[in-house]
């Protein structure tokens, strides 16, 4: 529930975060149960009076990144049969701030958010009756002038309401952006929706451990199915410091996506601190802000375990947990400790092997990357920031259609940005995301070629495309550099901001989209408007090749960003020679003067390298950049990386989102853009109309001995072998009405028009 005098409660007043405020609300019992649990959730402090009582007060960091959290207060004596009045001073603390969002994920994500449940049994007996949850019979005011608002017979008459948010659990718009990480307390909270599923995910090893005051006995046991004996905690000190406590770094292998889970075999409840790190680095760091460069991304965070029950840390992404244990019995068993990986139930159709193991292992990495970032929607990044961002979404999805075939969550993605989205607002409030919102959906059509769900989404289309006709300026066609939205093209200096270059790139990924869009309309049964945005396309590409092409070297100025998305956008193709030569044949990193890009726009990169005819150096740079990530330990790939960052703690130099450290994600889905690339230029498999429904295939080993692998479609994989020393084969799936197959040597195309196995002699 929110206060009704705060709905639009903003990020930026970070004074009101730290206002105490006061939550009252009546209850009635007809008898009162022998024990009593109350959970308090959203705001980082609570002082909780239950008919005048004192229950307690909890507090954590206020500036601390993680949201929502939740406290647990044992009731005592303090309920009475009738009219019960529970009454809390709180502190909002923190929020987190969203890219996209209806209002109501945006109170729940910064505003004054508040709820309680109070439960008929002890702390971890969760199946307990609820004899009281919050809503909209409650009232709230800032902190009264009296000092007796804590009693009973106060009168809270004149407070306003508050009003409901709706289930805590029941709105997929909670689950964004983080604003739910902290709520792993509230009881029957799962945390993740109907579609996805929770795996259990064993330690690899135990690479850290210190007794301090106490003793960590059968370690061992941790990463053991079958242990002799239990992993078991002895604590010396009642009391210990975090600095004192027993404590261990566990390691599960590789980069998860979900929370940790703590069995205890112990007749007490006890209390760990637990910190996530994508790295061992991020998971030792301590004593910093978190969220910021040398800070753990979501600080140090204690877990309250029940006597012979379950916990769950706050979900995120991690490989490593580092596990300090503060309280609890003087011996302390543990039944399991281990990771619950929250994972998008999905088959990998499409695949790529070869005879190159290093680009084996990038296009599983990068097609493990994109499948960490399908949880509730398709998102940036499983640790920060968990949301939907449609320019993240023009590389995932490739990544999501090419390897499992899979539209369900990008069209949910879509849905969901575009509601979210007012007229006349930039998408994510970056106008270039608006953009690419169309690309994607482009995408997804090209490669489901469901009518229907491009038909639904018609009037999405006509409003940003009305959002982005209303950005441009009426006498050049080209984006005004007022227009609404923030400017970015990349992470990288000058393409983000006020710059020409982030004009110029915007203007283009506007162009793309008005390439897009007459077949989506076309699709949707509009056909004005497809022709209208022919010509708006064509407007609008001559403006900007008058505009930004230089006369004398022929190329977009000098990035490496914008230059590829001339060659994409065919801004000027009699120039793409020149723009290979001066611009894109340049690219590496081995020199303070070679330019910075981000995997992100290295994906439209490598495309602009395979368009201007140079698909091996692109498959290079595939085992330099990407493959650098692996030389540094990735199991997925990362929001930003340079070959020339510092070896030694790489995650502390990635540079990101205006900063640096452990704050930049190690695993976000627009850097797995090598996984279509391989499936396209190697395989060289492409929909040539909707829902493959016809495919030419233009084989190409680019230096490989061989190369499998196998592209999903909406009719089953077809599956390509090539090979130097046997004859080359491809099986087509049926529902594929003709494939013309491009084999090099060749002067015309071999025609497919049935499925089935077929060979072809090698060339």
């Excluded at 609820?130 to 004149?158: C, G, H, M, Y």
């Amino acid at each position: 529930m929110k206060r009704a005098d705060r709905s639009h409660y903003s990020w930026a007043k970070t004074g009101l975060r730290l206002e105490h405020h006061i939550f009252r609300g009546h209850f009635d019992l007809q008898s009162v149960p022998q024990f009593g649990t109350l959970f308090i959730a959203g705001p980082r402090y609570a002082k909780v009076f239950l008919n005048g009582k004192l229950l307690g007060s909890n507090s954590t960091n206020p500036e601390a990144p993680i949201n929502f959290r939740v406290f647990h207060f044992d009731v005592g004596t303090a309920l009475r049969k009738g009219d019960n009045v529970l009454a809390v001073e709180a502190i909002r603390g923190r929020g987190v701030v969203t890219g996209a969002g209806s209002e109501a994920l945006h109170q729940f994500g910064y505003g004054e958010v508040f709820a309680a449940k109070l439960l008929a049994g002890r702390f971890g007996n969760d199946d307990a009756p609820p004899l009281v949850v919050t809503n909209s019979t409650w009232r709230s005011i800032a902190e009264p002038k009296k000092d007796d608002w804590q009693s009973p017979a106060f009168d809270d008459s004149a407070w306003p309401r508050v009003e409901s948010l709706g289930s805590i659990d029941g709105n997929i718009e909670f689950r964004q952006w983080s604003v739910d990480a902290g709520m792993y307390g509230w009881p029957g909270y799962t945390g993740m929706s109907s579609f996805l599923r929770a795996i259990p995910i064993a330690a690899v090893r135990v690479t850290r451990t210190y007794d301090g005051e106490g003793q960590l006995q059968h370690v061992e046991a941790i990463t053991q199915e079958h242990a002799v004996a239990p992993f078991t905690v002895e604590l010396t000190a009642p009391h210990p410091t975090d600095e004192q406590a027993p404590a261990m770094l566990v390691d599960f292998g590789k980069e998860i996506a979900g929370r940790l889970v703590i069995d205890s075999g112990s007749d007490q409840d006890a209390t760990l601190s637990i910190a996530y790190g994508e790295d061992e680095m991020e998971a030792m760091a301590t004593g910093l802000t978190p969220g910021q460069r040398g800070g753990n991304y979501l600080g140090t965070n204690l877990l309250d375990v029940p006597a012979n029950g379950r916990a769950r840390g706050p979900k995120s992404a991690f490989r490593y947990v580092r596990i300090t244990f503060l309280r609890g019995a003087p011996r302390i068993p543990f039944r399991s400790i281990h990771a619950e990986a929250i994972t998008y139930p999905v088959k990998y159709e499409g695949g790529f092997e070869s005879s190159d193991a290093r680009l084996n292992r990038i296009f599983a990495t990068a097609a493990y990357t994109a499948h960490l970032c399908m949880q509730d929607d398709i998102w940036d990044a499983p640790k920060r920031d968990r949301g939907r961002w449609a320019g993240d979404l023009d590389v995932e999805a490739g990544t999501i259609l090419g390897v499992f075939g899979d539209t369900f969550a990008l069209e949910d993605t879509l849905r969901h940005l575009a509601d979210d989205t007012a007229p006349g607002q930039a998408v994510n409030g970056i106008g270039g995301y608006t953009a690419q919102w169309i690309t994607t959906l482009a995408k997804v059509y090209e490669a489901s070629g469901d009518v229907a769900y491009v038909r639904s989404e018609h009037d999405a289309l006509r409003k940003l495309l009305a959002t982005m006709d209303g950005s441009l300026d009426a006498q050049t066609g080209l984006l005004r550099r007022d227009s609404k939205g923030w400017g970015f093209v990349d992470w990288a200096p000058g393409l983000y901001g006020a710059t020409d270059d982030t004009f110029r790139g915007s203007t283009l990924e506007f162009l793309r989209a008005y390439e897009a869009a007459p077949a989506l309309l076309r699709a949707a049964g509009d056909e004005a408007a497809a022709k209208q945005y022919e010509q708006r396309a064509q407007t609008m590409r001559e403006a900007a090749r008058k505009t930004f092409l230089d006369l004398v070297t022929h190329t977009v100025g000098t990035t490496w960003q914008i230059n590829s998305m001339a060659v994409l956008t065919n801004l000027a193709p009699e120039d793409n020679d020149a723009i290979w030569s001066q611009v894109l044949a340049h690219v590496k990193q081995d020199t303070p003067q070679d330019q910075v890009i981000s995997p992100y726009f290295n994906a439209y990169v490598l495309d602009a390298m395979s368009a201007t005819g140079h698909q091996r150096t692109a498959l290079d740079w595939i085992r330099t950049y990407w493959g650098g990530m692996l030389d540094e330990g990735a199991t997925s790939f990362w929001e930003s990386y340079d070959l020339r960052w510092p070896k030694s703690d790489p995650h502390l130099s990635l540079q990101a989102d205006g900063t640096s450290g452990y704050f930049v994600s190690y695993a976000h889905g627009w850097a797995s853009w090598p996984a279509p690339w391989l499936q396209q230029n190697v395989l060289g498999v492409r929909a040539t109309s909707p829902g493959y429904a016809s495919v030419d295939v233009h084989p190409n080993l680019l230096g490989l001995e061989y190369a499998h692998g196998s592209v999903a479609t909406p009719h089953g994989p077809i599956a390509v072998s090539l090979d130097h020393a046997k004859a080359w084969t491809m099986d087509l799936p049926a529902g594929i009405e003709r494939a013309r197959v491009f084999l090099p040597g060749k002067s015309e195309p071999a025609i497919l028009t049935h499925s089935g196995h077929y060979e072809f002699a090698q060339p």
